[in-house]
Protein backbone atom coordinates (compact mmCIF):
# COMPACT_ATOMS: atom_id res chain seq x y z
CA UNK A 1 0.00 0.00 0.00
CA UNK A 2 1.10 3.43 -0.54
CA UNK A 3 -0.06 6.86 0.81
CA UNK A 4 0.52 10.25 -1.19
CA UNK A 5 0.57 13.77 -0.49
CA UNK A 6 0.45 16.29 -2.97
CA UNK A 7 1.46 19.95 -2.22
CA UNK A 8 2.32 23.06 -4.57
CA UNK A 9 -0.75 24.20 -5.48
CA UNK A 10 -1.47 27.83 -5.04
CA UNK A 11 -2.58 30.77 -7.48
CA UNK A 12 -0.65 31.21 -10.34
CA UNK A 13 -1.68 33.58 -13.37
CA UNK A 14 -2.66 32.96 -16.95
CA UNK A 15 0.63 32.02 -19.04
CA UNK A 16 2.66 31.29 -16.04
CA UNK A 17 3.53 28.21 -14.21
CA UNK A 18 3.29 25.65 -11.35
CA UNK A 19 5.23 22.86 -10.13
CA UNK A 20 2.99 20.33 -7.91
CA UNK A 21 4.63 17.34 -6.07
CA UNK A 22 3.14 13.93 -4.78
CA UNK A 23 5.29 12.90 -2.85
CA UNK A 24 4.87 9.05 -1.34
CA UNK A 25 5.50 6.92 1.56
CA UNK A 26 6.66 3.18 1.79
CA UNK A 27 9.94 1.89 0.08
CA UNK A 28 8.09 0.35 -2.82
CA UNK A 29 7.46 3.74 -4.65
CA UNK A 30 8.98 2.51 -7.56
CA UNK A 31 6.12 -0.54 -7.48
CA UNK A 32 3.54 1.83 -8.81
CA UNK A 33 2.78 4.20 -11.69
CA UNK A 34 1.37 7.62 -11.25
CA UNK A 35 -1.46 9.49 -12.62
CA UNK A 36 -2.72 13.17 -12.17
CA UNK A 37 -6.12 13.99 -12.14
CA UNK A 38 -7.66 17.10 -11.71
CA UNK A 39 -11.31 18.35 -10.67
CA UNK A 40 -13.17 21.55 -11.45
CA UNK A 41 -15.99 22.80 -9.69
CA UNK A 42 -19.45 20.96 -10.99
CA UNK A 43 -17.24 18.70 -13.25
CA UNK A 44 -16.49 15.52 -13.23
CA UNK A 45 -12.70 14.45 -12.14
CA UNK A 46 -10.56 14.12 -15.27
CA UNK A 47 -7.04 12.48 -16.19
CA UNK A 48 -3.93 15.33 -16.68
CA UNK A 49 -1.43 12.66 -17.26
CA UNK A 50 0.75 9.90 -16.35
CA UNK A 51 4.02 8.54 -15.36
CA UNK A 52 4.97 4.63 -15.56
CA UNK A 53 6.95 3.09 -12.55
CA UNK A 54 10.44 3.51 -13.80
CA UNK A 55 9.98 7.57 -15.09
CA UNK A 56 11.01 6.45 -18.87
CA UNK A 57 7.07 6.28 -19.97
CA UNK A 58 4.94 9.51 -19.78
CA UNK A 59 1.48 10.21 -21.41
CA UNK A 60 -0.94 13.00 -21.25
CA UNK A 61 -4.28 14.37 -22.07
CA UNK A 62 -4.58 16.54 -25.26
CA UNK A 63 -5.18 19.34 -22.48
CA UNK A 64 -2.09 18.71 -20.79
CA UNK A 65 0.16 17.80 -23.79
CA UNK A 66 2.50 20.53 -24.58
CA UNK A 67 2.26 22.84 -21.36
CA UNK A 68 2.08 20.25 -18.78
CA UNK A 69 5.25 17.68 -17.84
CA UNK A 70 5.43 14.78 -15.51
CA UNK A 71 8.33 13.05 -14.13
CA UNK A 72 9.21 11.25 -10.79
CA UNK A 73 12.34 10.74 -8.74
CA UNK A 74 12.07 7.53 -7.58
CA UNK A 75 15.15 8.19 -5.01
CA UNK A 76 12.66 11.08 -3.26
CA UNK A 77 10.11 8.92 -3.67
CA UNK A 78 8.06 11.93 -5.35
CA UNK A 79 6.13 13.04 -9.11
CA UNK A 80 5.88 16.03 -9.90
CA UNK A 81 3.58 17.82 -12.62
CA UNK A 82 5.49 20.91 -14.48
CA UNK A 83 2.59 23.07 -15.26
CA UNK A 84 3.47 25.53 -17.86
CA UNK A 85 1.52 28.19 -19.78
CA UNK A 86 -1.63 27.80 -17.54
CA UNK A 87 -5.00 28.84 -18.50
CA UNK A 88 -8.08 29.89 -16.11
CA UNK A 89 -9.42 26.50 -17.10
CA UNK A 90 -6.40 24.38 -15.35
CA UNK A 91 -8.16 25.72 -11.92
CA UNK A 92 -9.09 22.57 -10.17
CA UNK A 93 -8.07 20.36 -7.07
CA UNK A 94 -5.38 18.13 -8.58
CA UNK A 95 -5.02 14.55 -7.41
CA UNK A 96 -2.10 12.22 -7.95
CA UNK A 97 -2.98 8.39 -7.90
CA UNK A 98 -0.99 5.02 -7.95
CA UNK A 99 -1.54 1.85 -9.02
CA UNK A 100 0.58 -1.23 -9.34
CA UNK A 101 3.60 -1.39 -11.90
CA UNK A 102 1.69 -5.13 -12.68
CA UNK A 103 -1.19 -3.46 -14.41
CA UNK A 104 -1.39 -2.25 -18.03
CA UNK A 105 0.23 1.26 -18.20
CA UNK A 106 -1.24 4.06 -19.39
CA UNK A 107 -4.34 4.03 -17.62
CA UNK A 108 -6.76 7.03 -18.06
CA UNK A 109 -9.54 6.35 -16.15
CA UNK A 110 -10.12 7.54 -12.03
CA UNK A 111 -11.77 4.20 -11.38
CA UNK A 112 -8.58 1.74 -12.25
CA UNK A 113 -6.32 3.37 -9.42
CA UNK A 114 -6.69 2.14 -5.86
CA UNK A 115 -4.72 4.47 -3.88
CA UNK A 116 -4.83 8.33 -3.89
CA UNK A 117 -4.03 11.70 -2.23
CA UNK A 118 -6.07 14.30 -0.49
CA UNK A 119 -5.31 16.90 -3.60
CA UNK A 120 -4.22 20.20 -4.10
CA UNK A 121 -6.47 23.41 -5.32
CA UNK A 122 -4.81 25.42 -8.49
CA UNK A 123 -6.31 28.59 -9.29
CA UNK A 124 -5.06 30.35 -12.50
CA UNK A 125 -6.16 33.99 -12.71
CA UNK A 126 -6.52 35.39 -15.94
Known amino acids: QVQLVESGGGLGQAGGSLRLSCAAS????????IGWFRQAPGKEREFVAT????????YYSDSAKGRFTISRDNAKNTVYLQMNSLKPEDTAVYYC???????????????????WGQGTQVTVSA
Open 97 to 115: AAVPRGSRWPMQRDHEYPY
Open 26 to 33: GRTFSSYH
Open 51 to 58: VSWSGIST
